[in-house]
């Protein structure tokens, strides 16, 4: 078992997205718990903002350019990564790309496009780290996906697509690699305050409104609530934690399922009751 103060220490974790909305918040989280964190995406700016962030607090961060889909170059980074600090201890895979479309208009360009980047990204990433994970016998790899994996969601098929995929491949690989040391589970955030999400998924306020009104608990989340959970299921407190979802999005699946009832209309019919 580990320090609590300090779970990390002496742990190496690699962020894909790390440099902005939940990635970063994961990869802070990570840093300000005592561990090194490799932050990668494809954008050097942001990822050395979140390095010099990190840095700034007392922690240890680096910043890699890399693009996910490109399985080679994920090949060569992870192993300068382990190269570099001896080990890899966990892997986010956090990267995505999404916009909303309707799935008659959607090209196969656009298909590809998020396939690319949310499902083949996070299996060269995985297969990258489990080279290391699997080789010392221990690593823990979380993956930010949606719960939409479950249910679907209109105008996002590519990504709900993904993220089913993802959740396959967690389960999967889960049973795999479990009597190796090596844990995989998965995070389903709702729908949380990043410039990236707000963009693709609720630029209009309309549409922002129509968001809100779907979480009962009325509310977006903020990055840190969504990194608080994923540090908990990176670390050994969820050691015999292998092949879950944990849904961290303020009860917004289950609220679907009052047959298509809105939650006032339900309270209504209770007015005349006790
Ligand atoms: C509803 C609440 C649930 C929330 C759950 C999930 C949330 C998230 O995932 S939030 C993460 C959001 N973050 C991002 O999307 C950031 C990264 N995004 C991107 O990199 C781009 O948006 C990308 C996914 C389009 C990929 O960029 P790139 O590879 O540069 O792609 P291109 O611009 O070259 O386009 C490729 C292909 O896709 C078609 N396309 C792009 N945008 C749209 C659009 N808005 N509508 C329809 N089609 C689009 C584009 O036309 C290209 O296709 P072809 O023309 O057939 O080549
Ligand atoms: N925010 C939300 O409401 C929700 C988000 N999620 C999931 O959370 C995760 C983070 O989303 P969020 O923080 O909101 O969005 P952001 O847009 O802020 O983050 C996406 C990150 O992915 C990186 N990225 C995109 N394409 C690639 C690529 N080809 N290679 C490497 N990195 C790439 C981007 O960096 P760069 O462009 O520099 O490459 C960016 O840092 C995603 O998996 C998303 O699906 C799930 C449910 C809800």
Known sequence: MTDSAS??????AVVTGGGSGIGRAVATRYGAGGG?????????EPLQETAEQIRAAGGRADAVVLDVRDADAVATAFA??????????????????NFVCPGEKLSPGGWRAVIDIVLNGTFH???????????????S????????????HPGTVHSAAAKAGV?????????????RGVRLNCIA????????????????PASRERVLASVPQARTAGTGEIAEAAAFLLDDRAAYITGEVL??????????QVYGTPLAQVREAGDDRR
Request: hydrophobic content about 40%; overall charge positive; some cysteine.
């Open 125 to 139: 990433c995985t297969r990258a780290a489990a080279d290391t994970m699997l080789g010392q016998g221990s690593g």
């Open 80 to 97: 300068t990564v382990r190269e570099r600090h001896g080990r890899i201890d966990a892997l986010v895979n956090n990267a995505a790309g």
């Open 189 to 204: 955030p709702g729908p949380t305050e990043t410039a990236g999400a707000g963009a693709a998924l609720w630029a209009e």
């Open 141 to 152: 790899v979380l993956s930010v996906i949606a719960s939409y994996a479950w249910h679907g």
């Open 247 to 256: 849904t961290v999005d303020g009860g917004q699946w289950l609220g679907k």
């Open 7 to 12: 779970p990390f220490s002496g742990r190496v």
């Open 36 to 44: 090194t964190v490799v932050v990668c995406g494809r954008r050097r």
């Open 167 to 179: 959740l396959a491949m967690t389960r999967t690989l889960a049973v795999e690699w479990a009597d």
